[in-house]
């Protein structure tokens, strides 16, 4: 019956049965091929060959970042470092421009106070100092006068319009149209909660004969009519002015050394040449400033006739605080600059120089 079928269907048992085979060969390979398939699908890492492979990747991240970590806190604190030396660059020239206008500039022992030595050459004049007439404010436990000089300022808009319409006081320099300035550059040191982020910085005070209003300042004497620049602000009869100046100094630069890296030891002493005098003296470095050196001028007091003062000034900055300083790394080398004033006080007019 099955045969003659197949026969009806035109096919042979033997071509059937390679077709048979043909088709049963080829779903056993597509199973075995599935089978294998499903099987690599369900195969895996284990578990601890996950925590080799973790570890490795975790050093390797952990190796970059701190790669990465150190590199940027380096740059910063390069960047920092240029920037503090840079200020402190700024400030020393805004003092030596100033210096360069002074009319007279105090020696270290003049700003302390010394008494008078005519026999000395050069004579030692008297000087009663200056820590009593100035502002209380600039010599303190945290703060310190480093150098002071007079130098001549225009007077204000309000006093010169006073003089056109003649109403000005007794003493008013109209023809002048300047007066005398006193100036005192001071070492501060900082606090917690300061808004200053350094170590110290360095202030700045001046003592003028007028306000912004015009109006004169209580404490001020003019050392042209006293007779004597060292004797400010006592009088030809050394009585002193019955009110001493008020007001707070306003800043120049932050990030001063405090004298973690500038301090003077038994091995490491700052001097200055033969002639001039160290402003301010040992005597004023008293408590905190013991032995600091981050600011400090050498003023020439062996002047020969016809020669002008000149001043020897030093800052050390200290970066600490700023962004990547955070060690011993902030302290930057001493800037040191030579100023040559202009005043005439001192000097011989009949003296002739070449």
Not at 88 to 117: H, P
Not at 303 to 308: D, M, R
């Amino acid at each position: 019956m099955r045969l003659a079928y197949l026969k009806l269907l035109g096919l042979n048992q033997p071509k059937l049965g390679k077709t048979i085979m043909v088709k049963t060969s080829l779903l056993s390979r597509m199973r075995r091929f599935r089978y294998a398939f499903s099987q690599q699908r369900t195969k895996g890492f284990t578990l601890l060959e996950l925590l080799v492979v973790m570890l490795i990747a975790g050093g390797i991240v952990s190796g970059l970042m701190y790669v990465v970590v150190e590199l940027t806190t380096t740059d910063q604190r390069e960047s920092s470092l240029t920037e503090t030396q840079r200020e402190m660059q700024l400030a020393l020239d805004y003092i030596g421009a100033e210096l360069r206008e002074a009319t007279y500039i105090y020696t270290g022992e003049c700003l302390a106070g010394q008494t008078e030595d005519l026999s000395k050459n050069p004579p030692i004049p008297y000087c009663p100092g200056l820590a009593d007439y100035i502002p209380a404010t600039l010599k303190t436990d945290r703060s310190v006068p480093i150098i002071a000089f007079w130098k001549q300022q225009p007077i204000p808009s309000a006093v010169r319009d006073k003089c056109a319409k003649n109403t000005e006081a007794v003493g008013t320099p109209c023809q002048a149209a300047s007066s005398y300035s006193l100036v005192v550059y001071s070492l501060a040191l900082n606090q917690p909660t300061d808004i200053w982020k350094g170590r110290a910085r360095i202030t700045r005070y001046a003592l003028t004969q007028f306000n912004s209003k015009g109006d004169a300042v209580a404490g001020y004497a003019n050392p042209a009519s006293l007779g004597s620049f060292d004797k400010w602000p006592l009088d030809k009869n050394d009585v002193k002015p019955s009110a001493r100046p008020t007001g707070d100094p306003v800043t120049l630069v932050d990030f001063v050394d405090d004298g973690s890296g500038a301090v003077i030891t038994s091995t490491n002493f700052s001097t200055c040449p033969t002639g001039y005098s160290m402003s301010p003296p040992n005597s004023m470095l008293t408590g905190k400033f013991s032995g600091v050196r981050s600011v400090y001028a050498c003023v020439n007091i062996g002047l020969s006739a016809g020669e002008n003062r000149d001043v020897l000034l030093f800052v050390r900055g200290n970066a600490y605080g700023r962004a990547g300083v955070r060690s011993d790394a902030g302290f930057l080398p001493t800037l040191q600059t030579q100023v040559l004033s202009r005043g005439v006080l001192g000097k011989n007019p009949g003296a002739t120089t070449n």
